[in-house]
């Protein structure tokens, strides 16, 4: 019998857990102690929302985990190791990380931990980073090919908890204490097995054909529990392996949109660099309006930020961002267009504004998702796809509902008149600001700079 270390990471859950199931072996009808390290250098780049939801995530861990979960706040290279050390460990388990600073932060700690070993089971995705390779052992460059190889790799099927687990308790905890209560962060705080079983009830059948409406709610909103591991991917696939329509294309083009999330995975796995930086360089020569040093470019950074550009989409979008922590897929689209194409911003200032602010904030999907749209990414979506924010919201809030819910000075505009202000009398009443740029023109300045970066 022995005492094991589970040191929780974007793992936060009990069913499905490859790592538990190690440590539990490896205790040999022992104890595992569940540990979940705060460290500084990652709250102090997660927003309020992400903390939130970490918190959230935290406080249903240390239920599942029959109130055994450890919490320490510190440099887990220290924290891990003197933990060990009191509970007198004799293994450490973690499920496996992909992002640059989660796997050089897990070197530190094995490092750290000297003659106690280290060891990694699972990872938060279905396949893990760095398994799908092309026939001559290559990374995939593009998704389409990575989603079929992806597919006929397969996963393994979801475990439930070990039977017969027994949690320590002999270790002081700090508990949440450390962590921010932040009481006025948005949310949706609904365990992920109950959103999850909504959705398939409800939404599944219908996701296919209606999942770019922005005014629709039928999208799985799983994008947070996926963030801190309080659903398994697998699990979700396997529930719609099983599921009656889990053949249609509806409940296929759902398994498509948790291939990208792993196939950005896979990209910033081979390609580090590129989480913060082009991953192609053939835009390497295109100018963009800098923030830092031109007083005009920053204004229009801030319009963008708080949504007081003068396009409703737009500034629905922006808005929704900052009042829930989650914004609808096609209008992260739409605004990451807006400050890359229309105010040519580079997109990092973007990308970082997102992770500030979102729930499900996550390295690879937020990085990689701002480089498709920007044209610097993986996907050969040429640079000069512009979208129109005007169409788009025509397109994807039809009646207007999603902008009124957002922006409270248009909510007196009827109809799909709300997405042109400048065409409805009295829109601009009650303070809705004019545009602060001309589409039409800022368009044509995009191409022209991208006509001089690639000639
Ligand atoms: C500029 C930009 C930034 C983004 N930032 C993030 C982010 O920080 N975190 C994040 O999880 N997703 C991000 N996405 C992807 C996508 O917008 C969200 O995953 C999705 O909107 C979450 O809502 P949902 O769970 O209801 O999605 P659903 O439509 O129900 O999709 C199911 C799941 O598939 C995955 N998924 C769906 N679309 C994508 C995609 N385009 N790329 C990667 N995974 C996808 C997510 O895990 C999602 O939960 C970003 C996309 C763009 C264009």
Same mark, same amino acid.
């Given at each position: 019998m022995a005492?094991?270390?589970?040191?929780?990471?974007?793992?936060?859950?009990?069913?499905?857990?490859?790592?538990?199931?190690? =440590?539990? +072996?490896? &205790?040999?009808? $022992?104890?595992?102690?569940?540990?979940? /390290?705060?460290?500084?250098? #990652?709250? %102090?780049?997660?927003?309020?929302a992400r903390l939130a939801s970490l918190r959230w995530a935290l406080v249903q861990a240390h239920e599942e985990y029959d109130g055994s979960l450890v919490v320490?706040?510190?440099?887990?290279?220290?924290?891990?190791?003197?933990?060990?050390?009191?509970?007198?460990?004799?293994?450490?388990?973690?499920?496996?990380?992909?992002?640059?600073?989660?796997?050089?932060r897990g070197r530190r700690v094995h490092d750290a931990l000297g003659d106690v070993p280290?060891?990694?089971?699972?990872?938060?995705?279905?396949?893990?980073?760095?398994?799908?390779?092309?026939?001559?052992?290559?990374?995939?460059?593009?998704?389409?090919?990575?989603?079929?190889?992806?597919?006929?790799?397969?996963?393994? =099927?979801? +475990?439930? &908890?070990?039977? $017969?687990?027994?949690?320590?308790?002999? /270790?002081?905890?700090?508990? #949440?204490? %450390?962590?921010?209560?932040?009481?006025?962060?948005?949310?949706?705080?609904?365990?992920a097995l109950t959103r999850w079983r909504e959705f398939l009830d409800e939404d599944l059948a219908t996701y296919g054909s209606e999942r770019d409406r922005a005014d629709l709610d039928v999208t799985s909103r799983m994008s947070e529990h996926l963030k801190y591991g309080t659903i398994h991917p697998r699990t979700m696939l396997a529930d719609i392996a099983a599921h009656e329509a889990g053949a249609s294309t509806s409940a296929?083009?759902?398994?498509?949109?948790?291939?990208?999330?792993?196939?950005?995975?896979?990209?910033?796995?081979?390609?580090?660099?590129?989480?913060?930086?082009?991953?192609?360089?053939?835009?390497?020569?295109l100018r963009y309006d800098d923030p830092?040093?031109?007083?005009?470019?920053?204004?229009?950074?801030?319009?963008?930020?708080?949504?007081?550009?003068?396009?409703?989409?737009?500034?629905?979008?922006?808005?929704?961002?900052?009042?829930?922590?989650?914004?609808?897929?096609?209008?992260?689209?739409?605004?990451?267009?807006?400050?890359?194409?229309?105010?040519?911003?580079?997109?990092?200032?973007?990308?970082?504004?997102?992770l500030d602010h979102l729930r499900d904030g996550?390295?690879?999907?937020?990085?990689?998702?701002?480089q498709w749209v920007a044209g610097t990414g993986t996907d050969a979506s040429p640079y000069f796809r512009v979208f129109n924010p005007v169409t788009q919201g025509h397109k994807f809030d039809p009646d207007g509902d999603y902008v009124r819910t957002y922006v409270p000075e248009l909510a007196h505009v009827r109809g799909k008149a709300v997405h042109e202000p400048w065409t409805a009398d009295g829109a601009y009443d009650h303070g809705y600001p004019r545009p602060i740029v001309d589409h039409a023109e800022e368009r044509r300045e995009t191409l022209a700079r991208y006509e001089a970066a690639t000639a």
């Open positions: 005492t094991t270390v589970l040191w929780l990471r974007r793992d936060l859950r009990l069913h499905d857990h490859p790592a538990l199931h190690a =440590a539990h +072996e490896a &205790a040999t009808g $022992g104890d595992v102690l569940p540990l979940f /390290v705060l460290d500084p250098t #990652l709250l %102090a780049s997660a927003g309020r320490r706040s510190g440099d887990p290279a220290t924290v891990v190791p003197r933990v060990v050390q009191e509970a007198g460990a004799s293994s450490v388990h973690v499920s496996g990380e992909s992002t640059p600073y989660g796997r050089l280290m060891h990694a089971a699972g990872t938060p995705y279905a396949v893990s980073p760095g398994q799908v390779r092309t026939t001559s052992g290559s990374p995939y460059q593009v998704f389409t090919p990575f989603s079929r190889a992806w597919r006929d790799h397969g996963w393994p =099927a979801p +475990e439930s &908890a070990p039977a $017969g687990l027994r949690f320590c308790r002999r /270790v002081d905890s700090e508990g #949440l204490d %450390a962590l921010p209560e932040i009481d006025d962060a948005p949310g949706q705080d609904v365990p296929q083009k759902f398994v498509t949109e948790l291939a990208w999330r792993e196939f950005y995975a896979d990209v910033v796995w081979h390609h580090p660099r590129s989480a913060w930086h082009d991953y192609r360089d053939t835009l390497a020569q830092e040093t031109d007083g005009a470019a920053r204004e229009a950074l801030e319009a963008w930020c708080t949504g007081t550009t003068g396009y409703p989409f737009v500034d629905a979008g922006m808005r929704q961002l900052l009042t829930r922590g989650w914004v609808h897929n096609r209008v992260r689209m739409v605004v990451a267009s807006f400050l890359t194409k229309d105010l040519h911003i580079w997109w990092p200032h973007g990308a970082r504004h997102f996550d390295l690879a999907s937020n990085n990689h998702g701002w």
